[in-house]
Every structure is written in structure tokens, then in C-alpha cells.
Antibody
Framework: EQLVESGGGLAQPGGSLRLSCVASGFPFRNYEMNWVRQAPGRGLEWVSHISDLVDTIYYADSVKGRFIISRDNAKNSLFLQINSLRAEDTAVYYC????????????WGQGTMVAVSS | DIQMTQSPSSLSATVGDRVTITCRAS??????LAWYQQKPGKAPKLLLY???RLESGVPSRFTGIASGTDYVLTIGSLQPEDFASYYC?????????FGQGTRLEIK
């Protein structure tokens, strides 16, 4: 079982990035998924959630209207479109899978770094 | 949103010590509480869920209890590999929220 993120990098304020997370070793289509971020030297912040059938999506207030979560179950992939980037979006972004019984996140990717700077 | 107040923010201890970390929820979360360990440069690792249930493969020196809205993680006898940061998380409702973290350092 594995999650591998990509797509991070350096972007300017107001810019955009698209993060990807590819899952392997488990039935991705059967799981809800989340994005969690961690600013340098700071704690963990939940960002967004998407249900297995894409019928339920949630966002943290701090990213609502700027971030878009999506998934492609045929490609075992999760995405996060980040628009209108701000300095405070600088963080490592992790994709995370809830456990089978939705009790905590039992599988995490290695993270992808997003740095926002002019 | 449910606020998770975690304490202490940092802790110094030696190998063999018993340490406790506490999280207080701003409302009843009905034991919907997970604990994570995170080492520098690595993703968090799930240690316990349901306040007290040990994730598969996690050593039994990690235990969790609940008392009302207070949740306590205890490490029974610190091992060198336990020096890391620890976070609680409530998953009772969305947005899931994390405590501020506890950095456990070698004294």
C-alpha cells in the first residue's frame, strides 16, 4: 500500500499548482481521501476531503474558493488544484487515507513541498 | 469547529522514562481521537485510534485513555526511536482538527 505525491514546487503569489497523489496496493476507488498540509516548523492542518464516489467534498475555510479537490478512480489518482496562491499556503502537502472504519488516517504519502514566494 | 488543545508543546525526557501528553477537546468527540507520531522530514504515522486502540504494528508501550473531553497518550518506557513529535486528531466531524503538537526531545 502506497501513496506518492507530486506536483509541488516554487510558485509566485497569485499563481497556481496542481498536486497529484497516485495510490497503489489497495482499492483506491473504495476509499475517501484527504489532503493535509504542514507549514515549515508548524503543525498539521487538514485541507480537504473527497468521498469515494465524489458526492461529498469538504474544504478548510482557509482554502475554500481557491483549492479544488478531485479524483480519477480509473487512474488511482487524487488531485488538488491550488489557485490564487498565498505565502501562507507554503507547506508540505500530504495525501492521506482514512482507515477502513474512518478512525484516523492510516496511510500517508511522503508529501510534496509547495513554496510561494515572489 | 472542534478545537483540540494539546499539552505540553515540548517535553524533555530520557530513555526509560514514562511520559504523558494530553489533548482536550472543546466538545464531546465520543472517543473519536487518534494519535500520530511524526519524525523530521517524514509523514505522520498513526499510533492509536478510538482513543485507546493500538494500530497494528505499534509497540504496546504506547497507550491511550479518555476521560470526558480529555485524552491522554502515555509512552510507558521511552525508547530512542520514540523521540519525535506527537499530534492528536479528532475525527468526530469535519473539519477534522489536530492538536498543536508535542515535541519530545532527549534530555
Amino acid at each position: 500500500e502506497q501513496l506518492v505525491e507530486s506536483g509541488g514546487g516554487l510558485a509566485q503569489p497569485g499563481g497556481s499548482l496542481r498536486l497529484s497523489c497516485v495510490a497503489s496496493g489497495f482499492p483506491f476507488r473504495n476509499y475517501e481521501m484527504n489532503w493535509v498540509r504542514q507549514a515549515p516548523g508548524r503543525g498539521l492542518e487538514w485541507v480537504s476531503h473527497i468521498s469515494d464516489l465524489v458526492d461529498t467534498i469538504y474544504y478548510a475555510d482557509s482554502v475554500k474558493g481557491r483549492f479544488i479537490i478531485s479524483r480519477d478512480n480509473a487512474k488511482n489518482s487524487l488531485f488538488l488544484q491550488i489557485n490564487s496562491l498565498r505565502a501562507e499556503d507554503t507547506a508540505v502537502y500530504y495525501c492521506a487515507r482514512p482507515s477502513q472504519w474512518h478512525e484516523g488516517f492510516d496511510l500517508w504519502g511522503q508529501g510534496t513541498m509547495v513554496a510561494v514566494s515572489s | 469547529d472542534i478545537q483540540m488543545t494539546q499539552s505540553p508543546s515540548s517535553l524533555s525526557a530520557t530513555v526509560g522514562d514514562r511520559v504523558t501528553i494530553t489533548c482536550r477537546a472543546s466538545q464531546d468527540i465520543k472517543n473519536s481521537l487518534a494519535w500520530y507520531q511524526q519524525k523530521p522530514g517524514k509523514a505522520p504515522k498513526l499510533l492509536l485510534y478510538g482513543a485507546s486502540r493500538l494500530e497494528s504494528g505499534v509497540p504496546s508501550r504506547f497507550t491511550g485513555i479518555a476521560s470526558g473531553t480529555d485524552y491522554v497518550l502515555t509512552i510507558g518506557s521511552l525508547q530512542p526511536e520514540d523521540f519525535a513529535s506527537y499530534y492528536c486528531q479528532q475525527y468526530f466531524n469535519i473539519p477534522v482538527t489536530f492538536g498543536q503538537g508535542t515535541r519530545l526531545e532527549i534530555k
